[in-house]
């Protein structure tokens, strides 16, 4: 298993700032992904976080506005930049340890981002 | 792209009365694994199955795959209050992303 601290675990911000959330990993992982919850949603992949490369980003989201970092194979930073009220979701860190034998996804607690 | 789709999207049954999600996709799956959240917690792993035809089971829930490896479903039997939450179904599609499925909200009326 792996557990995953994820920061901060809400925060309300002002339209044009931008705000980093953190992901810390206790154990080595395969794969780091950061996912978007919007209240009674589903779960919408934003990227793959890859270890000293850039991000591999869905269809719908760009560098630009969601750059991410993956300096090691346990940390991993989301930004949110340049935000609106239209990103006012749940951002979600999930990880496939490395020792896992199915490739289950384990998900931080999630950071509630509210945009003013 | 894959998508990945599941019905009903809500469902309020009876406490013991049975429950059932589908899950169906676009294309052919690797493997499907099936999460739980509960209201206001993160998703929970619940099964992965890999096998076209498997049937897997967990004391009252039971998940199969397709024999086209394209549908799933999850059946749990005597609903019980603990099972309320919103089951997700998720499909690898063999690039190692895992997209998931609407989900389904359980809502268990006592």
């Known amino acids: 298993s792996a557990v995953i601290s994820q920061k901060p675990s809400r925060d309300i911000c002002q339209r044009g700032t931008s705000l980093t959330i953190q992901c810390q990993v206790d154990?080595?992982?395969?794969?780091m992904f950061w996912y978007r919850q919007q209240p009674g949603q589903s779960l919408t992949l934003i990227a793959t976080a890859n270890q000293g490369s850039e991000a591999t980003y869905e269809s719908g989201f760009v560098i630009d506005k969601f750059p991410i970092s993956r300096p090691n194979l346990t940390f991993s930073t989301l930004t949110v930049s340049n935000m609106s009220p239209e990103d006012s979701s749940i951002y979600l860190c999930?990880?496939?340890?490395?020792?896992?034998?199915?490739?289950?996804?384990?998900f931080g607690e999630g950071s509630r981002l509210t945009v003013l | 792209g894959q998508q990945v789709m599941q019905i009903p999207q809500y469902q309020h049954v009876q406490e013991g009365e049975d429950f059932t999600t589908y899950c169906n996709s676009s294309?052919?799956?690797?493997?499907i694994q099936w999460y739980k959240q509960r209201p206001g917690g993160h998703p929970v792993f619940l099964i992965q199955l890999v096998k076209s035809g498997e049937v897997k089971k967990q004391k009252r829930l039971t998940f199969q795959f397709g024999e086209a490896k394209k549908n799933s479903s999850l059946h749990i039997t005597a609903t019980q209050t603990t099972d309320v939450g919103t089951y997700f179904c998720a499909g690898y599609g063999g690039d190692d992303k895992i997209i998931f499925g609407k989900g389904t909200r359980l809502h268990i009326l006592p």
């Open positions: 999930s990880v496939v340890p490395l020792a896992a034998n199915t490739g289950e996804l384990f």
């Open positions: 294309t052919t799956l690797s493997n």
């Open positions: 154990s080595q992982v395969t794969m």
